[in-house]
Each structure stands twice: as C-alpha cells, then as structure tokens.
C-alpha cells in the first residue's frame, strides 16, 4: 500500500525500529569523473568530491555553468557511470569502484525530476504517472493497485482532477506536479532535481519553490537538487554543496556560507562583495583606501572583502574598526534597499543602505565604515591560483 500520506516531518524522525533510519540518506565518496573531449583533453567534470546527506535533508548543489552539477546527479541516479569513488544510498552500495558494485539506475531507490520535466506529451497525466510503476523490474502490481496508487500520488500534489489532461493542457506549475507524482508514486525516500524550475518566469518560479519545499516537508523525501541560482539555492537547502569545477567547496548551512564562506570563490559566489588589494600590516591590511582592521592573517598579500550590506555610510568619520573615505558617485533606489556607488581613486564600492534613503547625494565626500566582523581576507591568488608568494 503506497505510503504517500504518511509523512514525517522536515529533518529526520528517527524510528527505533526502522533498521536503516540511521544510515545517511547519501553518502559520496572522493568520487571522480572526467570526461573525454572530441580534441582528447579531458574534463574533470568531478573532482575528489564528498558528501553526507542526512534523511530528510533538502541539499542543493550549487555552482555556475559547466561546474559538474549535472554530472554528480546523474552519477547518483545511476546514469552516468562515476571513474572511482563510491555512492551509498540509504545504506546500499549503488556504486563503488573498489568492490566493483554498480546497481541500474532503477534498482537504486530514487526518483528524478528532469529540468524539462521529462512529461510524456502523447500520455496523459495518470499515464505519465503510472509509467515507472509499470516499467518497474520484479513484482508488478495489478492495474487496480496501479491506477490507486496513480490516484493517491496526483491527489498528493493537489492536481487530483487533471488526471486526464495532457501536458500541452498543463500550466508550468501543474506540469511540475505531475513530474512529482510521478517521482513520489513509487515511494521513493531520495528524489534528485535538476533544475526543475529553470524553464518558468521569476514569479512562478517563486510560488513552485515555496510549494515545492511544503510537499517536500510533507512527504519526508530527502531532496537533491541542482541550481545555479544562489537566491533559489539560499531559499531551499537545509545546506548547500557549492562546486567549482568539480569540485566541492564547501558544504554548509546557507548562514555558515553567506557569513563564513570558505574560499574567495565562494564568498563572491554566494551573495555580493566589494573587493579591495591588501598587505600585511599592523592589525590589519592595508589597501588603496586605508588600512582595514582584522585578527584575520592569510599572507603577505590578501583580497580583502566586504558586502554591500555590511557597511556603513557616515559624514563624519566613524568610531568602527575601519574607516575608507569616498565620494558619492550614483545613487539608485532598488526597492528594497538603497545602492551608493562611492568612488576612491579607482576603487568603486557599492553600499546598500535598507529602505529608501535620501541621507546621501552625489557628489556627496562620506565614510564607510567597517566592523571587524564583517570583513573576509582571503590569500591574494596568482593567475594560477596558487597563493602569491610574499614579494
Ligand atoms: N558527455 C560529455 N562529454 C564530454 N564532456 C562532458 C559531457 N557531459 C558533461 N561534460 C563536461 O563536463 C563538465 C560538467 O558538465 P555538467 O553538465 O555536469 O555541468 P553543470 O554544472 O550541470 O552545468 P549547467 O549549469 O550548464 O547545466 C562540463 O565542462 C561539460 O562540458
Ligand atoms: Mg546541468
């Protein structure tokens, strides 16, 4: 009988006597992938990468274009085959290259929602829902069990009576149902995303992300899910993985990565910086603009960042850690906030200030102020990426 309306709530309820409640949901091990190009140089579409997904858990994957998002969902779903590494999920060896072991992608327990979604346009919605129960390998269930369990599922996502429409008569937002019907009917405990909202318009995609989260929590399914879109990714994830060039760099809860991320690329990835050169000095970096306070010491030389939002913007010069001095080139009113654009000789900073604010003009000389806290040094990188030695 399908367990669709018995649903644990967001994070994990562990049951004494569910003998694999404990396991991870997934567990990715150094796993690697490259790929081969038609010029014979090779990608590192995965690079040494692993993760730790607890049941329940809503983990995105985050990063830009080309980065192997894509590659490490497939090699989950058991639809690309990984070089080395190895994938458990729930508990299960579903790849592991020391042992061999490499189960079919429908032997694996999980479900994916494809970015297009994937509908069958000739197959009503029932259809497309019923299709994985019945191309399941092993035991099938009679048509009557089927077409309940097709009806519990689209009932599930509240489009109970489309049943018998065809994708083309969908809306984006009832077509994405269907794809999570259909993803749930077989009571998959793991269901992959790849960029499932990519195709709908800002505001749609707003409204499906937030139901998507509320049937998410409904139904306990511990969700994977691809995006290169930071705000999306910052909405969503109970912690985000964010990669670069396959690899991960960090894996954290959307606070830990906005407020301590842990490389440069992902402090400008996440969020917006501005930017500055510094070297080392006394209690701090000196940059163009003046010296910047910091307990912080990563070399010699250091990029030295700060957001948008965590700066000050005075007349006068201000009592905080750090002080820079500027002049007010462009002011623009973004609705949530007020951008300053302050100009120091070649350095340009953009300062949000909350709200319409008409305290500051152009032409306007003002200080931004900085607290200690909200400051982020990294190692200055070479073009190589390798930290600058100390010159
Ligand atoms: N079948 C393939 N053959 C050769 N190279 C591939 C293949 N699939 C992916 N790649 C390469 O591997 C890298 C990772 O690709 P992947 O599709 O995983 O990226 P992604 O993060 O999903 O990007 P996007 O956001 O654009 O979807 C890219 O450089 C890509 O060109
Ligand atoms: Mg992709």
Redesign the pocket.
């Known amino acids: 009988m399908t367990q669709l309306t018995s649903a644990p709530s967001r994070g994990a309820q562990r049951n004494a006597h569910d003998a694999d409640a404990a396991e991870p949901a997934v567990q990715i091990r150094q796993l690697n992938?490259h790929?081969?190009?038609?010029d014979g140089s090779t990608?590192?579409?995965?690079d040494g990468a692993s993760l730790d997904i607890q049941d329940g858990e809503f983990i995105v994957?985050l990063?830009?274009?080309?980065?192997?998002?894509?590659?490490?969902?497939?090699s989950v779903a058991g639809l690309?085959t990984p070089d080395s590494g190895s994938i458990t999920v729930r508990g299960k060896a579903v790849f592991d290259s020391g042992t061999g072991a490499n189960l079919g992608a429908d032997r694996r327990g999980l479900s994916m929602v494809f970015?297009s979604y994937a509908l069958w346009p000739h197959m009503t919605a029932a259809q497309n829902v019923r299709y994985p129960l019945e191309n399941q390998k092993g035991a099938r269930q009679g048509r009557a069990v089927m077409n309940q369990r097709v009806a519990e599922a689209l009932e599930a996502v509240g489009i109970g009576d489309l049943g018998g429409q065809y994708p083309n008569q969908l809306s984006g937002g009832q077509q994405q149902r269907v794809a999570l019907a259909r993803a749930l009917v077989n009571n998959s405990k793991v269901v992959l995303f790849?960029?499932p909202l990519s195709n709908v318009d800002a505001k749609v995609r707003e409204s499906l992300r937030i139901e998507l989260l509320a049937m998410q929590r409904r139904f306990g399914f511990t969700a994977l899910f691809?995006t290169?879109d930071q705000a999306e990714a910052m909405e969503l994830a109970t912690r985000i993985a964010v990669?670069d060039?396959?690899k991960v760099q960090q894996f954290g809860t959307p606070d830990e990565i906005y407020a301590r991320p842990a490389t440069e690329y992902v402090a400008k990835f996440i969020g917006n910086t501005n930017e500055l050169s510094g070297r080392r000095a006394d209690g701090g970096y000196e940059t163009p603009l003046g010296l910047v306070r910091t307990p912080q010491d990563v070399g010699e030389r250091a990029t030295v960042l700060f957001r948008p939002e965590h700066a000050q913007l005075s007349r006068e010069r201000p009592e905080a850690a750090s002080a820079l001095a500027g002049q007010v080139v462009a002011v623009l009113f973004m609705g949530t906030h007020t951008e300053f654009l302050v100009r120091s000789g070649e350095t340009r900073m953009r300062i949000w200030v909350s709200g319409r604010s008409t305290d500051f003009a152009e032409g306007d000389e003002v200080w931004v102020g900085l607290q200690e806290p909200d400051v982020m040094v990294f190692p200055r990188q070479d073009h190589d990426g390798q930290p600058e030695g100390d010159d």
């Open positions: 992938k790929f081969r190009r038609r990608v590192p579409a995965i994957l990063g830009p274009s080309g980065c192997g998002k894509t590659t490490l969902l497939r690309e970015q790849d960029e691809v290169h990669l060039r396959g």
